[in-house]
């Protein structure tokens, strides 16, 4: 049997808090080439999450704890969708294609994902191209904007 348990969960989120990115993920499969990919992963506020699509795979996200702002986006970076994850909505799936990001809003955030696998890294061609990169200028001001973003506008610089 697999499991995450309360102790599992606090002790991500302090990986997370301690890694330079603010992320660590528990993966529930054992292989990288599993057909299906199960992880939680944890997300200190602060950590940047650039717009992307995943043109093979819907995929399914649920806080564990925490909220989560999940938005979706149109080609031109307007926003189409703002859900936020852990009040009202507990279960969001993205379609395949679909770009999206995602804002941790409270320290200790634990979010679940499920896709298709196996694994795959995002792409350049699948990175919005009108959001910076990680480390890029402009990518703390874009997560600020996540945070106010709402549907029909999009992220001027």
């Known amino acids: 049997m697999k499991q995450i ?11 997370a808090a301690n890694s ?24 200190e506020p602060g950590t940047y999450v650039r717009p992307h699509r995943h043109p093979h795979t819907f995929e399914l996200l649920t806080s564990l704890s925490g909220r989560f702002l999940v938005l979706h986006f149109d080609d031109n970076g307007y926003v189409t969708q703002r859900v936020v994850l852990g009040e009202e909505y507990k279960v969001l799936e993205t379609d395949a294609g679909t770009w999206h990001a ?9 979010i679940f994902e499920v896709k298709h696998g196996g694994y795959q890294p995002v792409t350049e061609q699948d990175s919005a ?12 001001e874009l997560m600020e904007w996540y945070a106010q973003a709402q549907v029909g506008k999009g992220f001027t610089r």
């Open 5 to 15: 348990t309360v102790t599992d969960l606090q002790q991500l989120s302090e990986q």
């Open 20 to 43: 330079p990115r603010l992320r660590a993920n528990r993966n529930l499969h054992p292989e990288l080439s599993e057909p299906v990919q199960r992880l939680a992963i944890a997300m």
């Open 102 to 110: 995602v804002l941790s809003m409270d320290k200790g955030g634990v």
């Open 129 to 140: 191209p009108w959001a910076p990169a990680e480390n890029e200028p402009g990518a703390a």
